[in-house]
């Protein structure tokens, strides 16, 4: 029962630039931070962003993260095939007080 | 470094219950919020639960009134017992400590997960 919406998928070339949404409304996206996950098949999620745009020690800067009202975006240059894995988007939902994560969206490197 | 080791998965018919543990080290549980994460087979992730510092505990409402989230301070170990399966349940269950900050959290480190598979 997500409650954040994401593409299924993404694909672009290697080298190239994807970016995947998160939709949400006033009491997630809109109220509070938003974090991205990646997590490869068979594997944990792994936190990405955390705070809308702070990239944890560790994670290239060719990871980004933006928001502008009840919608959040990441983005990835220089893609490269490593890159290929599912990713969240995750945030606390003031109203329901729950931590919704969004439905996924498959990254793919033509 | 932080550590999560989650372990107590397995096969349980419907209706049974399970708990499940989460050994932790590097930090301490006590001191952090701690959730649970579930992902049913080829879905997305479900946040189930968290125990905040203070204790207080929230649940989604898919598991609210089965599940119990509760940790263990001496043995530095997360639990989740889960009471009144359901098929719905089968999924890897996850562990992860929470980072908090602008007033909400999320969960930062992640244990490898433990396998629930509830069937007849």
């Known amino acids: 029962q997500s409650v954040l919406t994401q593409p299924p998928s993404v694909s672009a070339a290697p080298g190239q630039k994807v970016t995947v949404s998160c939709s949400g409304n006033?009491?997630?996206?809109?109220?509070?931070?938003v974090s991205w996950y990646q997590q490869f098949p068979g594997t944990a999620p792994k936190l990405l962003i955390s705070?809308?745009?702070r990239r944890p020690s560790g994670i290239p800067d060719r990871f980004s993260g933006s928001k502008s009202g009840t919608s959040a975006t990441l983005g990835i240059t220089g893609l490269q095939t490593g890159d290929e894995a599912d990713y969240y988007c995750g945030t606390w939902d003031s109203s329901l007080n729950v931590y919704v994560f969004g439905t996924g969206t498959k990254v793919s490197v033509l | 470094e932080v550590q999560l080791v989650e372990s107590g998965g397995g096969l349980v018919q419907p209706g049974g219950s399970l708990r499940l543990s989460c050994a932790a080290s590097?930090?301490?549980?006590?001191?952090?919020?701690m959730s649970w994460v579930r992902q049913a087979p080829g879905k997305g992730l479900e946040w189930i639960s968290i125990?905040?510092?203070?204790?207080?505990?929230y649940y989604a409402d898919s598991v609210k009134g089965r599940f119990t989230v509760s940790r263990h301070n001496s043995e530095n170990t997360l639990y989740l017992q889960m009471n009144s399966l359901r098929l719905e349940d089968t999924a890897v269950y996850y562990c992860?400590?929470?980072?908090?900050?602008?007033?909400?959290?999320?969960?930062?480190?992640w244990g490898q997960g433990t396998l629930v598979t509830v069937s007849s």
């Open positions: 705070d809308n745009n």
């Open positions: 992860a400590r929470d980072s908090c900050g602008g007033g909400s959290c999320y969960p930062s480190s």
């Open positions: 125990i905040y510092v203070a204790g207080f505990t």
């Open positions: 006033s009491s997630n996206v809109g109220h509070n931070y």
């Open positions: 590097g930090f301490s549980v006590s001191g952090n919020y």
